[in-house]
Each structure stands twice: as structure tokens, then as C-alpha cells.
């Protein structure tokens, strides 16, 4: 069976933002994305609003609902959003002032697994999915579970930067376990940073996976070939 692609539309409002102008629009992106395979559209609505905004996360859901990855912290005001514009999963993110890019999956400190726990009960009783974004570690795959997620999305950021196929083996070994695991724990399983045309195949290949967010290189790709034809060509490989 092939496997769900969520379209990470994130660097669509980068460009946008560039400029503070009215183009390019996520939602148009988002629509063609999912005309050419797409399952999801994944945006992060960050703290800083770098690139995807309130009004953009508003006009996605209002039109693709079912179909919309919202990645967030765990702040009470991204819970508020969340609440209020109702995507259809939620996937709660680590997120640290200054960084470019999400680094890792949640620590699970008593403090984090307070907060994370009271945002998904508040998250499932507007019936909205939650996915937590973990390392693959078995010790915070069984705090998601603990937690109550309905998904976990395992940290991909090791595997993709790692330096030597042997140590990216290794890496592929955890993502395997922890898919195994997860399973056991009743949790549905997404992973996803970093991956690429030349590494997401061996990731997909992990039985049990049902989801791959990608975003970074799909978007880098549209640039030489046109988003249609960079979303169909991810979507072909999975
Ligand atoms: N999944 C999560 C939780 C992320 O934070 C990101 C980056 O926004 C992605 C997937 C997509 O990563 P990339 O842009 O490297 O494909």
C-alpha cells in the first residue's frame, strides 16, 4: 500500500513574507499540491510568523479542513488557534527562538509532559488528531502513548544529515524499532525533516509507516520542475 504524503507548504510564505507582498498564496499552492497527489498539507505556525500567518492557517482549513497538518508548540496561545481554526491533526512541536529549522523531537521533562498532556485532551475534545513529534527513542514513544497521542512523528533530522551510510543504517535500525514499538502501543506512525528524493525510500520502505511530511526539498524542487511535477515525483517514490 502506498504511503501518505503530508506537502510541508511552510517555504511557499517564506517567499511570500520576503516581500510582506500578496503573492505567492499558500492556499493556491496547497490546492495544486493536492490535485497532484498530495494527502495532506502540512504548515507550522510558528511563534515568530516567519512564513505561514493566522490568516493563511484560517482560509486552509476553511477550505482543505480534512486535509490540513497544523505543527505547533505547545504555547497556549498556538492551543488557541488550534481550537479556533479546527485542522484536522495537530502535530506539536519543540520550538526554539532563533532556530531555522524545528532540531529535534519534544524532551519530555515533567513540565513538558504536563502542558503537551493538557493540549491534547483540549485538541481531542474538538475531535481534532494529535501527533507529537519524537526522537526515535522507545523511552518517548511510550510518553507519546502515555500521553494519549493518536500519532507519533519520528524525528528524521539524525538520519538525513548523517555523515557515513553505516552510521545512516544505524539510524534507519531506530526509525524501525521505534515504528515496531509505536504499532504495539496502538499509535499511528508519520515521520518526517529532512528527507529528500534520495533518502525517503528507505524510510518509506520501514513497514508500518503511514505517513511522510516533507517539505524543505519538494518545495527546492518545484523551483526547476513546478510543484505539480515535484509533488507527483515524491509521491511516485512512496
Ligand atoms: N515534520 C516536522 C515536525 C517539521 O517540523 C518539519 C519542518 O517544518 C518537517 C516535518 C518537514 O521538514 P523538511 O522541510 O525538512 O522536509
Redesign the pocket.
Known amino acids: 500500500m502506498s504511503l501518505a504524503l503530508?506537502v510541508?507548504i511552510?517555504?511557499i510564505a517564506t517567499l511570500r513574507q520576503a516581500r510582506r507582498a500578496g503573492f505567492p498564496d499558500p492556499l493556491a499552492f496547497a490546492s495544486l499540491a493536492l490535485a497532484c497527489g498530495a494527502d495532506y498539507i502540512?504548515v507550522?505556525l510558528r511563534r515568530d510568523r516567519r512564513h505561514i500567518q493566522e490568516h493563511d492557517l484560517a482560509r486552509l482549513c476553511k477550505k482543505f479542513r480534512k486535509q490540513i497538518h497544523l505543527?505547533c508548540s505547545y504555547t497556549p496561545q498556538m492551543q488557541e488557534a488550534a481550537l479556533k481554526y479546527k485542522p484536522y491533526s495537530v502535530?506539536i512541536?519543540p520550538e526554539l527562538p532563533g532556530e531555522v529549522?524545528?532540531t529535534g523531537g519534544l524532551k519530555f521533562t515533567p513540565a513538558v509532559q504536563k502542558r503537551v498532556g493538557e493540549m491534547t485532551q483540549a485538541l481531542h475534545k474538538k475531535g481534532i488528531k494529535v501527533s507529537l513529534?519524537v526522537s526515535p527513542e522507545a523511552a518517548d514513544i511510550r510518553a507519546a502513548a502515555k500521553l494519549g497521542a493518536d500519532i507519533v512523528?519520528l524525528?528524521?533530522?539524525d538520519y538525513?544529515e548523517a555523515a557515513t551510510k553505516k552510521q545512516a543504517q544505524k539510524l534507519l535500525q531506530d526509525l524501525a524499532l521505534s515504528t515496531l514499538l509505536a504499532k504495539e502501543l496502538g499509535l499511528e506512525v508519520?515521520a518526517?525533516?529532512?528527507?529528500?528524493y534520495n533518502n525517503v525510500l528507505a524510510v518509506a520502505d520501514i513497514g508500518g509507516m503511514a505517513c511522510m511530511?516533507?517539505?524543505?526539498?519538494?518545495?527546492a524542487r518545484s523551483l526547476e520542475v513546478g510543484l505539480p511535477s515535484a509533488v507527483a515525483e515524491m509521491k511516485e517514490l512512496l
Open positions: 503530508g510541508n511552510d517555504h502540512v507550522h505543527e502535530c512541536v529549522t524545528t513529534f512523528e524525528c528524521t533530522r538525513s508519520h518526517g525533516h529532512g528527507l529528500d511530511n516533507i517539505g524543505f526539498s519538494i518545495i
